[in-house]
């Protein structure tokens, strides 16, 4: 993940675990290199957010996906970055 380290993507990660969060999307400005986290909410759609993300103009990437309502440690502990591409797929091929 570049310059992050794992205590900075947990800190990202748990961070955002409130009542009504459902995902974190660990983004990437390219223009500024920074990392920053984008939080979803349970009334938000994922798909529309990244697909946002993803059409916007801005230099930034989504990086990382994390899902709350799965075990946190388990996702730390995976390869995060494949589970990227098939939300994107999805989100400009239907759901």
């Given at each position: 993940?570049?310059?992050m380290?794992?205590?900075?993507?947990?800190?990202?990660?748990?961070?955002g675990?409130?009542?009504?969060c459902?995902?974190?999307?660990i983004?990437?400005?390219?223009?500024?290199h920074?990392?920053f986290?984008?939080?979803?909410?349970d009334?938000e759609?994922?798909?529309?957010?990244?697909?946002q993300i993803?059409?916007?103009?801005?230099?930034?990437?989504?990086e990382?996906?994390?899902?709350?309502?799965?075990?946190?440690?388990?996702?730390l502990?995976?390869?995060r970055?494949?589970h990227?591409e098939p939300?994107k797929?999805?989100?400009?091929?239907?759901?």
């Amino acid at each position: 993940m570049g310059y992050m380290t794992k205590d900075m993507v947990e800190e990202i990660v748990y961070d955002g675990i409130v009542e009504d969060c459902s995902h974190v999307l660990i983004c990437f400005n390219h223009y500024d290199h920074e990392y920053f986290p984008i939080y979803i909410y349970d009334d938000e759609n994922i798909y529309d957010e990244i697909k946002q993300i993803t059409e916007s103009d801005d230099w930034i990437s989504i990086e990382e996906i994390y899902n709350y309502s799965l075990d946190l440690a388990s996702q730390l502990a995976e390869d995060r970055a494949h589970h990227i591409e098939p939300l994107k797929e999805r989100c400009f091929h239907g759901r």
